[in-house]
């Protein structure tokens, strides 16, 4: 084994690090700059979160270029396409009625 390393080639000149724009501004004394405040608009309500949990089933040839024809025209996704179909077939025994 050759112990002998070559030395290290120079790095050249480094340039230092530059200060934040806003070092010497105290965020106690500072607030965000939000613009003109308009009172008259309603409070952000997060939207409800539709839970979905998975479903796998094996389906015949025909009800799968169904639902990929569907997919294509109606530009759905395919779990929309059931949802909806499974609603409007048996919306009596939906669960929130």
């Known amino acids: 084994m050759n112990y002998e390393l070559p030395e290290r ?3 050249g000149k480094r340039r230092a690090p530059r200060p934040a724009p806003d070092v010497n501004v105290d965020p106690v004394d500072s607030s ?3 613009g003109a ?3 008259s608009a309603k409070p952000f309500t997060p939207p409800q979160k539709i839970v979905r ?3 796998s089933n094996r389906l015949s040839e025909n009800t799968m270029d169904t639902l990929a024809r569907v997919k294509a025209e109606m530009k759905i ?3 929309e396409a059931i949802e ?3 609603a409007e077939k048996w919306a ?3 669960r929130n009625k």
């Open 37 to 39: 405040k308009n009172h």
């Open 92 to 94: 009596e025994f939906e």
């Open 84 to 86: 909806m179909a499974v």
């Open 77 to 79: 996704p395919i779990y």
């Open 32 to 34: 965000p700059d939000l």
């Open 53 to 55: 949990v998975p479903f």
């Open 9 to 11: 080639p120079a790095a």
